[in-house]
């Protein structure tokens, strides 16, 4: 396993209430985690292949700085020209005084999907511009059929992944649901995280 990223997994599976099946918490001794990211989900994705799904209205951050974001993936996959879907979609953003709501309006934000081969995965110019706020993961065996994956419900979608992860990279956690075991992934990420 790669010595610079500091990782604990936790299994999910008992405790009442959990959303996802395991989590791992992270850390890079690099400033940054977004390659200690990266290295987690290239050694999870192997060589399957894997849909990212980035949701506007899942991210953290003011409406300007979630623009910029999207404008520089959106720049880099029409550069690199993975399949992908935009959709444009609203959600009520809420703002607060001292944790009190005083507003609520209505946003328009994106959903893009990518279907990223081994190919797209493997450029790093691809892996930069990935957010850092928020990001779902599908890693799925042989499955490219993008748009028949978007316009399936979120069960149907994870009974054709090996695995469904979200990621916040800012936090440095990630959420998984799969059937693999706790002893598989920690063996998946020893052996894959060089």
């Known amino acids: 396993m790669d010595k610079s990223v500091k990782l604990k997994i936790s299994e999910n599976r008992k405790v009442k209430g959990a959303i996802s099946d395991f989590t791992i918490s992270y850390s890079s001794k690099n400033p940054d985690n977004k390659s200690a990211s990266n290295k987690i989900i290239s050694a999870f994705k192997g060589n399957q292949n894997i849909i990212i799904e980035i949701d506007s209205s899942l991210m953290t951050l003011d409406e300007d700085k979630k623009n ?3 404008g520089r993936l959106t720049a880099t ?3 690199l020209n993975p399949k992908y879907i935009i959709n444009k979609v609203h ?3 809420k703002r607060s005084f001292l944790s009190v709501p005083i507003e609520s309006k209505k946003v ?3 959903k893009i999907n990518i279907f990223a081969d081994h190919n797209i995965w493997g450029k790093e110019e691809f892996t930069d511009v990935i ?5 779902r993961y599908y890693i799925t065996e042989g ?3 993008l748009e028949t994956f978007m316009e399936e419900d979120e069960e149907e979608r994870g009974n054709k992944c090996s ?3 979200f990621d916040h990279i800012v936090l440095g956690s990630m959420g998984i649901n799969t059937t693999k075991s706790l002893t598989e992934l920690k063996s998946m990420l020893d052996k894959n995280m060089l």
């Open 131 to 135: 957010p850092e706020y928020g990001v």
């Open 163 to 165: 695995m469904v992860i």
């Open 68 to 70: 910029l974001l999207l």
């Open 91 to 93: 959600y009520d953003k």
């Open 77 to 79: 996959l029409e550069k």
């Open 108 to 110: 328009e934000g994106l």
């Open 143 to 145: 499955f490219s059929d």
